[in-house]
């Protein structure tokens, strides 16, 4: 079973009526093992390669969890104010050390770090918000969907472990509040990509690959346009 690459910088491939009617089991694992752990911003990750399984939950368990418990509050940048601790930086790095995708620069990293937030700062201008009961039932459907599965469930299983929660935790919680930000973001797009093709005329097929093309290049110039203060020297 092949653990898709499905991190935030892949979200642009999220529509939300699409990721409730078409997501499979090995979509629904990346998801929840990558996307609700809390890198659910561009965290890295080309894992498309990597084989599923409990070792390498275990692993990304381990990795979230150092850094989620770390009380270091040392910042090493801002992004139009944001501030990126060095915590979060080091743990997408390692992340990227265990999908053998390390190759990013420190500024990629403090840009992919900042990237939800400038997103939901644009969606909040935007007076977008998924409520909490829209998360849970989300959240609900992906749980079942994995645990149809006796070998996607022992891995979220593993993974839920190493992070030192238990599954009410992790389900109840842990996962829902990286769901409302997921889903916030998701209808952000929509909104985007709506707003521009409105007045066009173009088939459905036609207007789904444009959909893409926007989304992009509003996420290209949100970044562009950030302001970007490193604050330690190492990391410029």
């Known amino acids: 079973m092949l653990f898709s690459n ?12 699409s990721i409730m009617r078409k997501r499979s ?4 694992i990346a998801i929840t093992l990558l996307i609700i752990s809390g890198i659910v911003a561009g965290a890295t990750a080309n894992l498309s390669t990597k084989t599923i399984d409990k070792d ?25 104010g944001i501030e990126i601790y060095e915590k ?9 050390k265990l999908s053998s995708d390390n190759k990013k620069s420190n500024k ?7 990237k939800t937030q400038l997103l939901l ?13 829209k998360a849970i039932a ?4 992906e749980k079942e969907m994995i645990y149809e599965n006796p070998e996607t ?10 992070l030192g929660l238990t599954e009410d935790e992790y389900w109840n919680d842990y996962t829902i509040k990286e769901v409302q930000k997921m889903l916030t973001i998701a209808e952000l797009n929509e909104q985007i990509a709506n707003e521009e093709l409105k007045d066009i005329q173009i088939s459905e097929m036609e207007k789904k690959s444009k959909k893409q093309e926007i989304v992009d290049r509003f996420k290209e110039q949100i970044i562009k346009n950030a302001r970007i203060e490193i604050l330690d020297e190492k990391y410029k």
Do not use: P, T, W
């Open 6 to 17: 499905l991190v935030f910088s892949r979200i642009r491939n999220y529509e939300i009526n």
């Open 25 to 28: 089991i090995i979509i629904s």
């Open 56 to 80: 390498l939950a275990i692993k990304f368990g381990e990795i979230i969890k150092e850094y989620n418990d770390s009380s270091d509050s040392k910042v090493v940048a801002k992004v139009n």
């Open 88 to 96: 979060e930086i080091l743990k997408r790095r390692n992340i990227g």
């Open 108 to 114: 990629e990293l403090i840009l992919d770090a900042a």
């Open 121 to 133: 700062l644009e969606s909040k201008r935007r007076s977008i918000a998924v409520s909490e009961d």
């Open 138 to 141: 989300y959240a609900q459907k």
């Open 153 to 162: 469930k022992e891995a979220l299983l593993a993974y839920i472990n190493s």
